[in-house]
């Protein structure tokens, strides 16, 4: 267990939907990283806060946002859902932005989404 | 900008047997790289990690993995592989803080009886 807690597991919506996914990271770590993974694109880099504020930016479409609250989880909206956001999305969490030299990013189990 | 290449996209391999995935990266400074593996199902775990120092490194499950920097290299090691290693295995490449890390395609190792 990684101690990343990723909320729902499954997600089943429409196109043209709206839908929240939830991270909770390990007690004690600031960041928070979002990834999307897909068959044909792999693992892609969305988006990282760190205490709060974005910190980077990936390849994050317009229609997908992200924050981070003051209790350190953090929500991935992702609207105006479309076929191709079918995937598994996953949360890290990791003490400072890239985690130091003793601590890299630690997983969540992802939330698998599938939009019909 | 970084970059990881997985070259083998699939590995069979027997039980018992060793096992080596390839990892090669791009990266304008010296790269902190990562190995993690990813079973049906389940987030991807922290099997090793390469920060400085002594280029081979030793992780869970019986993996290693040496960091060559002169071929860009990373490439990850099981002498004897167990059923149970079946899974993906991603190579990642990250810098100093603040970097986000960049994963290559995946490996698929499928563990033969």
């Known amino acids: 267990d990684s101690g990343v807690t990723q909320t729902p597991k499954h997600l089943i919506t429409a196109t043209g939907q709206r839908v929240t996914l939830r991270c909770s990271p390990r007690s004690g770590d600031l960041s928070v990283y979002w990834y999307q993974q897909s068959l044909d694109q792999g693992l892609q880099f969305l988006i990282q806060y760190y205490n709060g504020e974005e910190r980077a930016k990936g390849n994050i479409l317009e229609r997908f946002s992200a924050q981070q609250f003051p209790d350190l989880h953090s929500e991935l909206n992702l609207s105006s859902l479309e076929l191709g956001d079918s995937a598994l999305y996953f949360c890290?969490?990791?003490?400072?932005?890239?985690?130091?030299?003793?601590?890299?990013?630690?997983f969540g189990n992802g939330t698998r989404l599938t939009v019909t | 900008a970084q970059s990881v290449t997985q070259p083998d996209i699939h590995i069979t391999v027997s039980e018992g047997a060793s096992l080596e995935l390839r990892c090669n990266y791009s990266y304008g400074a010296t790269p902190y790289l990562f190995w993690y593996v990813q079973s049906p199902c389940q987030g991807l775990q922290l099997l090793l990690k390469?920060?400085?120092?002594?280029?081979l490194v030793q992780g869970i499950k019986g993996f290693e993995a040496e960091f060559k920097r002169s071929q860009s290299s990373f490439n990850l090691r099981k002498p004897s592989v167990h059923w149970s290693d079946a899974a993906e295995y991603f190579c990642?490449?990250?810098?100093?803080?603040?970097?986000?890390?960049?994963f290559g395609g995946g490996t698929r190792v499928l563990v033969k009886p």
């Open positions: 390469y920060f400085s120092g002594d280029t």
């Open positions: 890290a969490s990791s003490p400072r932005s890239l985690g130091g030299r003793s601590s890299p990013l630690h």
């Open positions: 990642a490449v990250g810098g100093a803080a603040g970097n986000k890390l960049t």
